[in-house]
Structure formats: structure tokens, C-alpha cells
């Protein structure tokens, strides 16, 4: 293997005539579009992966936006995003319509109504409080909240796993999820089942309760750690019991926060152990935020080799365009979106960035994909590391010649530009710095 690996790492990447694509995926290299490490590849590292396929990746982007505090999107704004995750290849969205004193909350049950009326392309998945109890507390509105749901042409419905207090008020819910099971596909519709804060959960009691549903015809099991409450090492843990101790094979997603930082990691640990992903672009939510659909699938396509079904191409645009309807800022360090993901200061990056050689030479300019395959492109600033190379570079991107004078005084004019800025941004942009090479060549 080290043989291999040598001569990987002694490849240097050129222009490439090949669209990026989806080719190069599962490769540690592929010229133009991403080079990481071979490891990332060898059997000893993913012959115990159990990744689902095709992965039945969800997103919760619209419920976070509307749980992101200070946040309240119009029905307009609600429509823009629904453009937003069917221009990226979004199959399944899942919304929230919480109930209180016997009435939906109102802008969840609008959120839901509006997008329901919009036809969308992806399904619709409702979580909602009303279907299934904890056996103890009558359920009134389950008849209810499936006809309403049924009439607005939704056809996915999520109740959320209780645990019964008793095995009394266990033999209720049992019977009433039967029901509920009845009533939900006599409406033409089928349900999901959610188990919020899985981690924390007395796991031997909600598995039974687990399996009361897969008997019942469940279509999917949606797992919410919602207080990141397992470890990268025991979400992958979790995840694989979960599977083993189910009557039968019945599809899951993992529902992630980044309390620790590590959602991305919790995440990918659960698709490596069988659950597909739930994620919300630029990872809005409410707290630290959510599993970020960007982050996470890039490192699946990237260093997982796995095909998301998500377009990574307008993973830049789809970025740019919620932060605008959300008026609500992607932080600039964020990673595979965040505005300095691809910037550069350095003089021969920002030489290669004028003359055309970048992003080819994406490898040997700090990266490990090309920023175009996520549909985003390098860009450059007069900062720290700025020197008489960066505005030699400059104009002879303008094809002007300057003395070695000028050059002088061209830095001199630029230092004085980033003194003048004491605090973040401390740089000069591209067109100050054509402005003043200009002004300096006469």
C-alpha cells in the first residue's frame, strides 16, 4: 500500500477537459475535482461500513429556518426555499406542526398548508403530537390531524415514540397505534415515527415499542439525538444495535445538533452504521445549529465515495440564496460555504488565481476538492502576506509594466490601505488593488 500512496501523493493536478461530475467518486484522487488520502479507501478502514443504499437522505432545512430565533419567513420567503431544496435534488422535507390546546401552532400549520398548495417536488413529512400518546392520555385528534394532513394532499405523517409509563398504558398505545395505523393508510397515507432524544432514552423499553410499530407497518424510524447526546464512536455504536434488535429491516435517518461541534461526525458515523442523514442547509436550527447539509454531503461524497443524490454544484448558490432570504449570515469560517473556505492572500496562490491555473491547482493551494465542484470559486485579498509580488502579478494580469519604483509605491499605498483598517477585514480587495496599480502605472 505505501507503494501506492507514494506515487498518489507525487501526482500533481493540470487543467482537465472532464466535467466534475459525479466521476472520481470513491477515489482518493481524481484529477480536477477532489485529492485526499488513499486511506480514506483501503478495506481495512471500510470494510465494516453498512452505508444504506441508495441513502434516503431528508432534510429539515424549513423547520429549522422557522425554529432559528428572530427568524420568521414569509409565505413568499417559504416558496423561495422550497426553489432553493428542489434545485439541489431535496427528496423528502420534514416539517413540524406542534399542537396546543387543542389547536396547530399557526405558522407551522401555515408553513406546512403553503408548501402542501405549492406542489413541490420532493414528499412532505409532517411530525406532529397528536397521532400516538403515552397511553395514559386520550388522543381526540388523531382522526382529526390525518383527515386535515389527507386533504391538503400530504402523505407522509410522523408521530413521535412515547414512553408508556406502565404496562397497562403500554397495552393502550399499542392498541391505539393500530388504529392510528388504520386510520393513516384507509387516507391513502403512510407514517414515519420519530424517537426524540434516542441517546437518553431506556433503550430495552422503546426498542419493544420499536418493534409494536415495524408490526404495525411503520415506513421509516427517524432518530433525534437532540441534545448530542452520543459520541461520534457511540452513535455508530447505537445505531447498529438499533438495527439488530428490530423484528425486521426497516429504514432509519439520524437527527443531530452541534452542541459539541461534531454533528457532521455524529452524523456520518450513523450513515457509516446504516441510518441515512437528517440535515438543513447551512445548518440553521436553533442552539449551535443542526447537521449541516453541505458539510455532510460533501465528506460523504468526498471521502466516503457516496453518492448523496444531492447537486454539489449549487451547494455554493443554495448557501448564498438562504442566507438571503433568512437574512441571517453563513459565518465566514464556516466550512465547505463560509466566504473564506476559498480565499487566498498568499502571492502565488493569488498569481495563480489571475493567470488561470486555479482552481486546477486546487491540491497545491491548501484544498482537498476543487471549489468549483461545490459551485464556488477562488478569490483573493491584500492582506498580511501582501507584497511586490501580488501587484507584479496584478499588472501583468492588466498586461502593464511597472518599475521597480512604482512597485514600491504601489505596496507603500497598500500597507496604508490595511493600516487604516485596525479590525476584521484587514485587507484591501481586488479592486482597490487594480485601482492603485492603475493609479500608480500613470
Keep these: 500500500m505505501s507503494g501506492r500512496i507514494g506515487r498518489l501523493f507525487d501526482m500533481t493536478t493540470t487543467n482537465s477537459p472532464r466535467p466534475l461530475g459525479d466521476w472520481g467518486r470513491g477515489q482518493a484522487f481524481a484529477e480536477g475535482r ?5 486511506f480514506n479507501f483501503v478495506p481495512e478502514v471500510t470494510s465494516g461500513y453498512e452505508i444504506p443504499t441508495p441513502l434516503g437522505l431528508i432534510d429539515s432545512t424549513i423547520r429549522k429556518v422557522i425554529y432559528t430565533v428572530g427568524v420568521r419567513p414569509s409565505e413568499a420567503e417559504l416558496l423561495e426555499i422550497c426553489h432553493i431544496l428542489e434545485e439541489l435534488g431535496i427528496e423528502e422535507e420534514s416539517l413540524n406542526v406542534w399542537w396546543r390546546d387543542g389547536e396547530p401552532d399557526p405558522q407551522e400549520l401555515a408553513a406546512a398548508m403553503t ?9 412532505v413529512n409532517v411530525f406532529t403530537d397528536t397521532l400516538l400518546g403515552n397511553g395514559e392520555t386520550p388522543m381526540p385528534l388523531m382522526k382529526q390531524t390525518v383527515d386535515m394532513f ?15 409509563p ?4 403500554r397495552k393502550r398505545q399499542a392498541d391505539e397505534m393500530a388504529v392510528m395505523n388504520e ?21 430495552d423499553e422503546f426498542m419493544a415499542l420499536c418493534n409494536t410499530a415495524v408490526d404495525n407497518g411503520v415506513r421509516r424510524f427517524d432518530l433525534m439525538d437532540s441534545t448530542s447526546a452520543l459520541s461520534p464512536q457511540a452513535m455508530t455504536h447505537y445505531v447498529r ?6 423484528n425486521r429491516p426497516t429504514p432509519l435517518t439520524m437527527h443531530t445538533h452541534d452542541d459539541f461541534g461534531m454533528d457532521t461526525a455524529g452524523t456520518i458515523a450513523a450513515v457509516l452504521a446504516g441510518a441515512s442523514p437528517d440535515v438543513a442547509l447551512n445548518g440553521v436550527s436553533y442552539r449551535s445549529g443542526f447537521a449541516a447539509l453541505e458539510e455532510v454531503v460533501v465528506a460523504l461524497d468526498v471521502l466516503y465515495g457516496v453518492d448523496t443524490g444531492i447537486r454539489l454544484d449549487r451547494l455554493k448558490w443554495a448557501s448564498d440564496e438562504l442566507a438571503r432570504v433568512m437574512r441571517f449570515p453563513v459565518p465566514p469560517l464556516k466550512p465547505v460555504v463560509g466566504s473564506h473556505q476559498f480565499l487566498r492572500e498568499g502571492p502565488p496562490d493569488i498569481d495563480k488565481i489571475l493567470d488561470g491555473r486555479a482552481p486546477a491547482d486546487f491540491a497545491n493551494m491548501g484544498g482537498s476538492y476543487s471549489p468549483e465542484l461545490i459551485g464556488a470559486e477562488f478569490h483573493w485579498v491584500f492582506s498580511q502576506q501582501g507584497n511586490s509580488q501580488v501587484v507584479a502579478s496584478v499588472a501583468r494580469s492588466l498586461g502593464l509594466t511597472l518599475t521597480d519604483k512604482q512597485v514600491a509605491e504601489a505596496v507603500t499605498i497598500l500597507e496604508a490601505k490595511l493600516a487604516a483598517h485596525p479590525a476584521y477585514p484587514r485587507w484591501a480587495t481586488p479592486d482597490e488593488v487594480f485601482a492603485v496599480v492603475k493609479r500608480v502605472a500613470g
Design 150 to 164: 389527507a386533504e391538503a394532499g400530504i402523505k407522509l405523517l410522523n408521530p413521535g415514540l412515547l414512553q408508556a
Design 241 to 246: 444495535t438499533f438495527r439488530s434488535r428490530l
Design 115 to 123: 408548501i402542501a398548495r405549492a406542489k413541490v417536488k420532493f414528499k
Design 183 to 203: 386510520y393513516i393508510k384507509a387516507a391513502g397515507m403512510e407514517w414515519n415515527a420519530t424517537i426524540a432524544n434516542c441517546g437518553r432514552r431506556n433503550f
Design 34 to 38: 477532489h485529492f485526499v488520502s488513499e
Design 166 to 169: 406502565n404496562d397497562d398504558a
